[in-house]
């Protein structure tokens, strides 16, 4: 049987990851994370739009991998989406944490991570709009 997830939940959780791993460049030694200064209604759309489009396309294309992560994934207090769309956003920007270093199955979790690391390195900058660009 197939459970249905909720790919909501991924997103959120990787705009969360988005905004909590990357800094504003406020100061000369980087700033203060986003996440300190700035909410999920502060990206500009088109950025949400990209980031959006990118998380439909991984689990898409990585839907039983995703599906056997999940079932693998040790309860915790994130739910399996929330932690997959926090390990997406960590593992395709090279932050030392990820789907690599979850408990489960390690042959799923590596071929998420390369998965992950093929859809490249996304930076977050604050505009002179005030508004999150990648």
Known sequence: MKTEYNAQTF???YVEAALWSS???S???GGEPMDANYS???IAPET???MQSDCERFQAENAQLLQRYYTELPRNEWT???QAGHD???SRNGHGAGFFDREGDKAV???LQEAAEAFGVVDLYVGDDGHIYA
């Open 23 to 25: 800094n504003d460049e």
């Open 80 to 82: 399996p989406e929330s």
């Open 11 to 13: 997103f959120d959780a």
């Open 40 to 42: 999920p209604d502060d």
């Open 88 to 90: 997406f956003w960590l």
């Open 109 to 111: 979790n590596d071929a």
């Open 27 to 29: 100061t000369p030694e």
């Open 48 to 50: 949400l739009k990209a």
